[in-house]
């Protein structure tokens, strides 16, 4: 790591404020939090940026932040802030380079059970469409997810959560899905909400309705369709438990025409949606998700050019998920050069999944999006802060540094920023912020279930 340039210690900064940081941005006894981050390399990844000569030109030339109540409220130097911000609390961040808070925009990390002994199976030539057949796959997490209750749920999920912390997220979507069934679907959810509650993150939660079809149902997937439109889209939405609605578009999952009605649907209950799309196959789903305006498009390994071109018409964002890409060991990678050049924008997850993507680290995924995909780096740090906050429809809130936005922050032991994207498992991450709040790292959060 690169030590700091100077070790002097701000002579108001404080110890790490912990959980009670946690709850200390809404102020006390009304009295607004204000904080000043001070001697900072700030990467903001705002448009524009990047664009103006890479990530290194993206680097502000203000070095220090203010925070008011967990939002940005001034960015400029040092002496300038602290005098517009006299009674603030000042962290100083002895010259570390900052970016906004990681947005993981792309996760199934709910689930009870695990699934080793597929990856055994598929070692031995099984392929994952085979395991899904033979009632593996997603059909197994189901069973297992339908024995836990709602704080099990959040209990099993956070020491996956707790690795992607340490990795620098402040927001993570969380999607729903191996519940099927309506009461199970809305614990999951209830599971998310929870863990937003046991963790200091911001949680996107996502009802993925049309998921898998649930073992011998009535009708078969297209009964199910009929189920998720008549009763438990209208049910999920007015539970106001999901932030959108998600469909897996596949031969082994759900057809374009299933898909189109459950998105109806979601359109006609004022739901945004977004599509698990053209991964194993050309499904069309590039094209289809593009049709109803979605937030974003994910996988895409076999989208074609004018699925592409329909995405860049839409400003749908494609979600890459090279954690999947690597595990499944697919050969096709998504048409990056062709997203590129038609301007689509790229985010990166981590898919954290228990059959396709055991993944836990978004790092991980910008290094495998890098290696695997062939991103560059400053597309990988854009693909995991502003284009994932664009995928998720919060870009107005978070994903870069600028004034009125949630002061979300990840602090490096890092000199270069290409450096979060060429190492795997380093463990870069000096320190995250969140809503403003200076906080510790993972190790040190609350481990409690309540
Ligand atoms: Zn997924």
Known sequence: MPPPTSTTTAPTAVADAGVAGVAGVAGVAGAPVVRVFVRARLLTVRAGAAEAGGLTGGIDRHDSIAAVDGRIAAIGSQDELRRRFADAEVIDLEG?????????????????????????????????????????????????????????????????????????????????????????????????????????????????????????????????????????????????????????????????????????????????????????????????????GALSADHLEFSDAAGVAALARAGTVAVLLPGAFYFLRQRQAPPVRALRQAGVPMAIASDCNPGTSPLCSLLAAMNLAAVEFGLSTDECVAGVTREAARALGVLADRGTIEVGKSCDLAIWNVEQPAALVYSLGGQPLHQRVWRGGRLPTCAAAPSTVR
Do not use: W
């Not at 057809?255 to 499904?283: I, Y």
């Open 96 to 292: 570390r380079l900052v970016t906004p808070g990681l947005i993981d925009c792309h996760t199934h990390i709910v689930y009870g059970g695990e699934r080793s002994a597929e990856m055994e199976r598929r070692l031995a030539g099984e392929s994952y469409e085979s395991i899904a057949r033979a009632g593996g796959g997603i059909l197994s997490t189901a069973a297992a997810t339908a024995r836990l209750g709602e704080s099990e749920l959040a209990a099993v999920a956070l020491p996956r959560i707790d690795a992607l912390l340490a990795d620098g997220v402040t927001t993570l979507e969380i999607k729903s899905g191996y519940g099927l069934e309506l009461e199970v679907e809305l614990r999951c959810l209830r599971a998310a909400r929870r863990i937003a509650a046991l963790r200091p993150l911001s949680v996107s939660a996502t009802y993925l309705a049309a998921h898998v079809v649930p073992a011998e149902f009535p009708g078969g997937s297209d009964g199910y369709v009929e189920r998720i439109c008549s009763q438990y889209l209208p049910a999920v939405a007015a539970s106001g438990l999901a932030d959108a609605v998600d469909a897996y578009c596949e031969t082994i999952a759900f057809s374009v025409e299933q898909v189109a009605r459950v998105f109806e649907c979601a359109r006609v209950l004022g739901l945004p949606v977004k599509l698990h799309a053209d991964q194993l196959s050309n499904m069309h789903g590039a094209a289809l998700a593009a049709r109803f």
